[in-house]
């Protein structure tokens, strides 16, 4: 993808780093988030709070693509106050987004707004695809539902949309997931979590930007999509592969009770480990997609190669 506009609304975390280490050289890209960033190059930073219009709303007139990132991390306590802004981050600045589309003269060409494969019911029997996957009603699960709700509620008579509901994405960038299990195996503690039987859906970064291109190339392409490697992986076979790529011949598993006691130290929710998630892409299979990184042990290796050694050994 060259020479377009594009626009990332939460944009400074992980996959909008990672989306705009891919992109910045080629494209002009402007990132509209909470942070105050400097602009370099061909990057521009705005800043918004989510729920106000305000200056930034200029940056949405002629943009090719908009990519909406923005929504508080899950990774934290599931108490009350942090339910609410979970779910007030997503569907709150979704609307705000698809009231200033809606009076622009010259109104983003597509918007693809994120969502995530936790939307499928824990899964160990059957995979889960955008036609026969099976939805419960816990609160990870409800997030997804009333994000991509208030998404389809949006009518936009010029501006294409689509939703993709994202694995967990494996990339370089500090902030994403392979850094803690790099740590993990400095410790000896690369070992599987839980019973390590719970399914591992995952998707390269490099995949996560090549479906955007691809949608955006591919005018007749709307609505949802699942943005998940073709193979996902068993949790004991995820870890074993990244030993393997990293050269440490053990790891020590972390039962269920340890994890949902690490959780509650480090203020997170031990779902975010053992839930299952099965997911295919189907529907990008059927309309053509090719993934430049359907396998995982291709993907780790292209994955260490930008990180240094000591990112997963002591010594």
């Not at 007030?88 to 622009?104: H, N, P, Y």
């Not at 859906?201 to 999509?225: C, K, P, Q, R």
């Not at 990244?242 to 690490?262: D, K, S, Y």
Request: net charge positive; charged share 20%.
């Amino acid at each position: 993808m060259k020479n377009k506009r594009i626009v990332i609304t939460g944009g400074s975390g992980f996959i909008g780093r990672s989306l705009i280490d891919l992109w910045q050289h080629n494209n002009d890209i402007i990132v509209i988030s909470r942070q105050e960033m400097p602009s370099a190059d061909r990057v521009r930073y705005l800043h918004w709070d989510g729920v106000h219009k305000g200056p930034w709303c200029e940056a949405l007139e002629q943009a090719d693509i908009l990519i909406n990132l923005a929504g508080k991390s899950v990774n934290c306590r599931y108490t009350g106050k942090n339910k609410q802004e979970i779910f007030d981050s997503r569907t709150v600045t979704t609307r705000l987004l698809g009231e200033v589309i809606a009076g622009l003269k010259q109104p983003p060409k597509l918007w693809v707004n994120a969502a995530s494969a936790t939307i499928y019911r824990h899964a160990e029997d059957r995979p889960m695809d955008e036609f026969t996957g099976e939805m419960m009603n816990d609160f990870s699960v409800q997030v997804c539902k009333k994000w991509e709700q208030t998404f389809n509620d949006i009518t936009l008579p010029h501006t294409r949309k689509a939703i993709l509901r994202m694995g967990i994405v494996l990339g370089w960038e500090k902030g994403g997931v392979m850094y803690p299990y790099m740590n993990l195996l400095k410790f000896g503690l690369g070992g599987y979590q839980g019973n390590g039987k719970q399914r591992y859906t995952w998707v390269h970064i490099a995949d996560v930007a090549g479906m955007i291109t691809w949608l955006y190339e591919n005018e007749h392409l709307s609505g949802v999509f699942n943005c998940t490697s073709p193979n996902p992986v068993l949790n004991k076979d995820f870890m074993r592969t990244l030993r393997q790529a990293t050269g440490h011949l053990f790891g020590l598993p972390a039962p269920a009770f340890m994890l949902e006691i690490g959780a509650a130290i480090i203020g997170t929710e031990s779902e975010l480990l053992l839930k299952s998630r099965w997911v295919l892409p189907t529907r990008a299979l059927k309309e053509g997609y090719t993934f430049r990184y359907p396998e995982l042990s291709k993907a780790i290796d292209h994955i260490l190669a930008h990180v240094p050694r000591s990112a997963y050994h002591l010594f």
